[in-house]
T-cell receptor, first 115, second 114 residues
Framework: DTEVTQTPKHLVMGMTNKKSLKCEQH?????MYWYKQKAKKPPELMFV???????INESVPSRFSPECPNSSLLNLHLHALQPEDSALYLC??????????????FGQGTRLTVV | AQSVTQLDSQVPVFEEAPVELRCNYS??????LFWYVQYPNQGLQLLLK??????LVESINGFEAEFNKSQTSFHLRKPSVHISDTAEYFC????????????FGSGTRLLVRP
């Protein structure tokens, strides 16, 4: 199984709503990531979890709250978002450590629209 | 810090013609290099990677890329493209031993015409 599964595929939410994006992998990877991708732009790193601990936060606004409940799951909790937060949110995972097989595997993404 | 430059935002090409998508990087440390492909409304798929060893790397669907350290380049090539190759292609770099911070180029849209 070399898949990273993200749910939901599409999400429309109001600016006062609270919602969560979910990501799951069963490759035994201990590093998991959230990226944000605006239309016609490359992905931008938001958060990195290593061994279920937050290791990198790229100065993301607090209305985005990541959570890693176990080694296979990664959530992104959303609250009080703005229309400019509309984007494709990508989850990725990779092996931890300094070995050569550390490439990132990406999920299909959640297309988020904030209205 | 690392950076990646993809000079061409869009490359139109006719079916069965050869194509080259250019990627140049800048880094003061050793890096891993990657090409990812993104089809419309989908996530990113790893196309090929250079970690070490042979500087010419190949994918299963006919793409190849060559790591050129002196020119700091990792251009992607395919001798004969198909309509189904139409997609966005991202070159990316990370420091050796860590994929924590994948730095992506701005992407090149390959548009294959019949």
């Amino acid at each position: 199984d070399t898949e990273v599964t993200q749910t939901p595929k599409h999400l429309v939410m109001g600016m006062t709503n609270k919602k969560s994006l979910k990501c799951e992998q069963h490759m035994g990877h201990r590093a998991m990531y959230w990226y944000k991708q605006k239309a016609k732009k490359p992905p931008e790193l938001m958060f990195v979890y290593s061994y279920e601990k937050l290791s990198i936060n790229e100065s993301v606004p607090s209305r985005f709250s990541p959570e890693c409940p176990n080694s296979s799951l990664l959530n992104l909790h959303l609250h009080a978002l703005q229309p400019e937060d509309s984007a494709l949110y990508l989850c990725a995972s990779s092996q931890e450590g300094t070995g050569v097989n550390t490439e990132a595997f990406f999920g299909q993404g959640t297309r988020l629209t904030v209205v | 810090a690392q950076s990646v430059t993809q000079l061409d935002s869009q490359v139109p090409v006719f079916e069965e013609a050869p194509v080259e998508l250019r990627c140049n990087y800048s880094s003061s440390v050793s890096v891993y290099l990657f090409w990812y492909v993104q089809y419309p409304n989908q996530g990113l798929q790893l196309l090929l990677k250079y970690l070490s060893g042979s500087t010419l790397v190949e994918s299963i669907n006919g793409f190849e890329a060559e790591f050129n350290k002196s020119q700091t380049s990792f251009h992607l090539r395919k001798p004969s493209v198909h309509i189904s190759d139409t997609a966005e292609y991202f070159c990316a770099v990370s420091k050796t031993g860590s994929s924590y911070k994948l730095i992506f180029g701005s992407g090149t849209r390959l548009l294959v015409r019949p």
